[in-house]
T-cell receptor, first 112, second 110 residues
């Protein structure tokens, strides 16, 4: 069974540009989460999908961040326009029952 | 106050000894508690979950939960060099989101 896959693994962009991160959850997992880890800090919750619906997006930093989950399958997280403080590792996780999160390898974003 | 607090470490433990990792949380309504292990450059992986007060053992790992004190701990017996990693405490808060602590770096010295 394939795990959670994230793309790209690393992205380097200039301030003001747009980046789109993609997450493919484990097949059959209705719950999909986005988290972000900034250097030296905790893994911070961004949002939670149940199927295609946003269950909780209270962790989204501002309206430069837009998350979607098409048809309850893969999800994208777009940052537009990117700022320096958006740099970090963006983790996606999926779960069937909320009792165990399966994480992807993360997408490292560097904004210059 | 952070929602989930952990000592960042590093915690250095000799091989074969017991490593003790601690975590406190602020939301009294939390019901589910998890310990994840994260090797450098890798993604977190679940090693223990606990839902009721008391101890839960799985191999060399024991999770302890005290809801009255809002405290969760992880004990690792017979520590091995392969246990060297960052250990993340996570709490399923009453707001229906899973919150992580900043992690404790554990180093097992031979």
């Amino acid at each position: 069974e394939a795990g959670v896959t994230q793309f790209p693994s690393h992205s380097v962009i200039e301030k003001g540009q747009t980046v789109t991160l993609r997450c493919d959850p484990i097949s059959g997992h209705d719950n999909l989460y986005w988290y972000r880890r900034v250097m030296g800090k905790e893994i911070k919750f961004l949002l939670h999908f149940v199927k295609e619906s946003k269950q909780d997006e209270s962790g989204m930093p501002n309206n430069r961040f837009l998350a979607e989950r098409t048809g309850g399958t893969y999800s994208t997280l777009k940052v537009q326009p990117a700022e320096l403080e958006d740099s970090g590792v963006y983790f996606c996780a999926s779960s069937q029952s909320r009792r165990e999160l399966f994480f992807g390898e993360g997408s490292r974003l560097t904004v210059l | 106050q952070k929602e989930v607090e952990q000592n960042s470490g590093p915690l250095s433990v000799p091989e074969g000894a017991i490593a003790s990792l601690n975590c406190t949380y602020s939301d009294r309504g939390s019901q589910s508690f998890f310990w994840y292990r994260q090797y450098s450059g890798k993604s977190p992986e679940l090693i223990m979950s606990i839902y009721s007060n008391g101890d839960k053992e799985d191999g060399r790992f024991t999770a302890q939960l005290n809801k009255a004190s809002q405290y969760v701990s992880l004990l690792i017996r017979d520590s091995q060099p392969s246990d060297s990693a960052t250990y993340l405490c996570a709490v399923d808060s009453s707001a229906s989101k899973i919150i992580f602590g900043s992690g404790t770096r554990l180093s097992i010295r031979p």
